[in-house]
């Protein structure tokens, strides 16, 4: 399979704008209205319906957790995800922490289903593939979730940030200086190479059509950015 960038242009901001860094555009699964949903910096998320001008905040049993991902996911069934991390036990030598599902109804606490203690802490990134495994990104690695087998596999190192393209089902990795696609049914990476005119490679989106957008630097002076472009993985 052929992977490339198309030049989406400038105008291809006006989307994204809407999840900013790790927000995401999630429909409800049984009326398909659209939302943004939108990660509170570790209390929880909004859940945000732009379109009613309505909102609920979406926070786990605090008593339980001491604080919440900075990312959040819509897996293939609708519910939507986040980790919560244990009181008391956020910075310790082993962290403990569970990923927490949250079925749209307002008045229910994200439940959690499964546990574990790999080296979860922040978690930046989150994104399911369709066959209902979650990728997850903290700091520099890479996770691979399963929640029917309850494992956590360890794929890569080195990740600054990544989002998952349903239209190929590969996962876009950005590292320093290349981006890598890994096929989510064989695991296997291919590099994508960059334009020329990217002076770096800023930062993975993604739309509410599910393709991967590549915000990068397209020229530098000084070290001042004096315009951008956004390219589609």
């Not at 334009?195 to 991967?212: I, K, Q, S, T, Y």
Request: aromatic residues 10%.
């Amino acid at each position: 399979m052929k992977l490339s960038i198309e030049d989406l242009g400038i105008a291809g901001a006006d989307e994204i704008s809407m999840t900013h860094w790790n927000g995401l555009l999630a429909r409800h699964p049984r009326t398909g209205a659209e939302y943004a949903i939108l990660p509170t910096q570790e209390h929880g998320f909004v859940a945000v319906q732009p379109h009613a001008g309505t909102s609920v905040h979406v926070r786990p049993d605090l008593a339980c957790y001491e604080r919440t991902s900075r990312g959040a996911a819509q897996s293939p069934d609708g519910n939507l995800y986040l980790f919560g991390f244990r009181s008391g036990q956020c910075y310790a030598p082993k962290k403990s922490w569970s990923l927490l599902r949250w079925d749209w109804e307002p008045d229910h606490l994200p439940e959690p289903v499964l546990d574990g203690t790999a080296g979860i802490y922040t978690c930046l990134h989150m994104a399911f593939a369709e066959d209902g495994r979650l990728y997850v990104s903290n700091e520099d690695r890479l996770y691979r979730m399963d929640v029917a087998k309850q494992e956590t596999v360890s794929l890569a190192s080195g990740i600054r940030c990544m989002q998952y393209n349903q239209r190929d089902r590969h996962l876009y990795c950005l590292t320093d200086g290349r981006i890598d696609a890994i096929d989510s049914r064989t695991d296997k990476a291919t590099p994508v190479p960059l334009p020329p005119e990217a002076v770096r490679a800023g930062f993975l989106h993604r739309d509410g059509a599910g393709r991967v957008i590549l915000m990068f630097d397209a020229d530098q002076r000084d070290g001042e950015t004096f315009w951008l472009e956004l390219m589609e993985g």
